[in-house]
């Protein structure tokens, strides 16, 4: 979800951060043995890199830094499955400018190579998925005449104008890269910081050297590898080298400004953006609000009121627009249009609890689609949301109006564990972590009494959603309309296999974000028992959770959950007249503080009673977590695999 329009989200397209100079076209045979190494070396491949780099430099223009940087790069295509490398893109917004752009496909013809221009440039919006208004552009191309062994070269300087949005190069990509280099320049009287991201080797080669007044810093990568599509796994920049590279000041006439420095200099910058909103809170507010608060007994009932309306009443619609994207609009004209994006949502909330005579913070945050601190990165590439802050008593209070139907107490699950920027003032700010919901806040009980008839399973239940297992669930429900709401209540109750078939259901607090959703439902599974002469078998686990959801060897990238949470099953299977238990699985269980699982069977006068309960008490597995999660996983499922069997008298 994008929200606050800071430096972009990386793109792994083909122009993304990378480029090749051009000079004179050489002959096949001065580069043969480079390209014969690159088709040995990368076999399994359809392309692979031999160059991507970027070289920035940074200068001083009427008094202000401008960053010049020049992508390039060299793409050999290894195989004749060419589609996917045949049409690329070059971004820029409003704060830059693209120039010099040269893009030419070099097509083998004998012992040299025959050159075909890119003639045609077609400049589009480019609308991310989910934004209502976006001011990302892009130069759409395509490659002519791509075949085994023809090169696609790259090459253009973006220009930016403000240092703050500018500053990541990764140095993999969505194809291998032989060689990735990133440079910066940098004359006298300039200050940079920089940090290497998910590097805990030698893999990444770094030089210095003075030229005249300048000196360079190059980060160069050899075999770079590409990044993998892997299931479940967390932004790119968790787990992909890169580097961070900030203005940090620079010297004009002799005076020093500060730009990215440390957290103070970012707020500053944030505090700028925001100074001069709703100096005034308007009378068509405080009328508003007035109303909402009407008859509440304490200063929380009011703050959680107003929450609340905004929630309900404002819709959100991203909207981003270069640095405007940090500047909120005025909450009366939020109010009156009852749209807004994360900003004006946060923006509005601290004007009307303000107007209730309360105090509240704009918040600047980054979501879990960013890995950065303030401290590491004090940069607005370490935001891209905003929140409101209501402190009661010592307790802080992270109000994300964005998460429709999330109780006032329970912040959004994407803002989870993140350091939240609270500006209190002008020069004065917080920064604060946000706590991770507790495993237990976040429970799916699913709770069953059963009984056989003849090859069917008849069933009655009653499943309880609590926290963001309910405030997802019951969002879909409430979306859906009546077929989507049948097939959506198939999939979160289905048991046994695919006949399972749901014969009626009702619903308790679907509306009411407060309280616990529940869901009351009969169902009949066909064809689930398994019988041998007098012997019936059944297993209890009707649900079965994570199943073979082994982690494969040689995945690189960490995995994510959403959320820490409990699954709990509890079965309740009548024994049918005229059967005994002969066989009753042994208890089973794995214990770990970020994830396990307890299974237990017991017979209580006429009935099995089965439960089961497994954990995830963490929100990322890392590699060092991989085998343990597999053996737990193993163990799991061999639980599962377990049946009861009844005998016939």
Not at 111 to 133: A, C, H, L, Q
Not at 262 to 284: A, E, G, H, Q, R
Not at 535 to 540: E, G, H, L, R, S
């Amino acid at each position: 979800m994008t929200h606050l329009s800071p430096i972009k989200k990386y793109k792994i397209h083909a122009v993304s951060g990378m480029l090749f100079v051009l000079g004179a076209i050489p002959c096949f045979s001065q580069k043969e043995d480079i390209y014969s190494q690159l088709r040995k070396k990368y076999t399994s491949e359809n392309a692979v890199f031999v160059s991507r780099k970027e070289d920035a430099v940074i200068k001083i223009e009427n008094n202000a830094p401008v960053i010049y940087s020049t992508i390039s790069e060299e793409l050999l295509i290894l195989t004749d499955n060419t589609p996917e490398y045949k049409d690329r893109e070059v971004y820029w917004e409003d704060f830059s400018s693209i120039k010099n752009l040269d893009a030419r496909s070099l097509i083998p013809d004998g012992d040299k190579y025959k050159t075909i221009k890119v003639t045609s440039f077609t400049p589009t919006n480019e609308i991310t998925e989910g934004i209502f208004y976006d001011d990302a552009r892009a130069y759409r191309f395509t490659y002519p005449g791509l075949k085994n062994g023809a090169r696609e070269i790259l090459s253009y300087t973006e220009r930016i104008t403000d240092p703050h949005i500018y500053g990541q190069f990764l140095f993999k990509t969505y194809a291998p890269t032989d060689e990735a280099e990133y440079s910066i320049t940098i004359p006298k009287g300039v200050k940079i910081r920089y940090k290497l991201f998910n590097v805990k080797d030698s893999s990444i080669e770094f030089t210095t050297k003075d030229i005249g007044k300048n000196t360079v810093y190059t980060w160069t990568a050899h075999n770079a590898g590409k990044i993998k599509n892997e299931e479940e796994a967390p932004p790119i920049t968790y787990y992909v080298p890169h580097i961070v590279v900030l203005l940090d000041s620079y010297t004009v006439n002799g005076a020093e400004k500060k730009v990215m420095t440390d957290p103070s200099t970012l707020y500053d910058w944030f505090y700028s953006m925001v100074k001069n909103v709703d100096t005034n809170i308007s009378p068509t507010v405080i009328k508003v609000v007035d109303s909402i608060t009407a008859g509440a007994t304490s200063n929380l009932e009011k703050v959680k009121r107003i929450f609340y309306w905004v929630q309900d009443n404002i819709n959100y619609i991203a909207y981003e627009d270069s640095l405007g994207g940090f500047v909120p609009r005025e909450a009366a004209l939020v109010c009156s249009r009852r749209f807004g994006d994360c900003k004006d949502m946060a923006s509005t909330l601290v004007e009307m609890i303000k107007a209730a005579g309360l105090d509240a913070y704009r918040t600047w945050i980054g979501t879990r689609d960013i890995p950065y601190s303030y401290t590491d990165v004090p940069s607005p590439m370490s935001t891209n949301h905003m929140i409101c802050t209501y402190v009661e008593n010592g307790k802080y209070y992270f109000l994300d109006a964005t998460g429709k139907d999330a109780p006032f107490d329970f912040f959004t699950s994407m803002i989870q564990g993140k350091e939240a920027f609270v500006g209190i003032g002008p020069g004065k700010f917080e920064i604060l972590k946000v706590p991770i919901m507790d495993t237990n806040k976040n429970e799916f009980i699913d709770s069953t009494y059963l009984t056989i008839n003849n090859s069917e399973i008849k069933g009655s239940g009653y499943l309880r959603a609590r926290g963001y297992e309910k405030i997802i669930t019951g969002r879909r429900l409430l979306n859906y309309e009546n077929k989507e709401k049948k097939d959506l209540l198939v999939d979160l109750l289905r048991k046994g296999n695919n006949k399972f078939r749901v014969d009626s259901s009702s619903f308790d607090n679907l509306k009411d974000r407060d309280k616990d959703l529940g869901i009351h439902y009969r169902f009949t599974i066909n064809n689930y028992l398994q019988k041998n002469d007098k012997d019936v078998y059944i297993n209890m686990q009707l649900e079965k959770e994570y199943q073979n959801d082994i982690i494969q060897p040689g995945r690189e990238a960490p995995r994510e959950f959403e959320y820490k949470n409990i699954n709990k099953n509890i079965n309740v299977l009548e024994i049918p007249k005229g059967y005994k238990v002969s066989y009753l699985p042994a208890s089973s269980s794995y214990s770990d503080p970020m994830f396990g699982f307890k299974i237990n069977y017991e017979v209580k006068d006429n009935t099995i009673l089965y439960k089961s309960y497994v954990y995830i008490n963490t929100l990322m597995l890392n590699k060092e977590d991989f085998d343990r999660w597999n053996k737990m996983i193993r163990q799991l499922t061999k639980a599962y695999n377990e049946t009861v069997t009844l005998t016939q008298e």
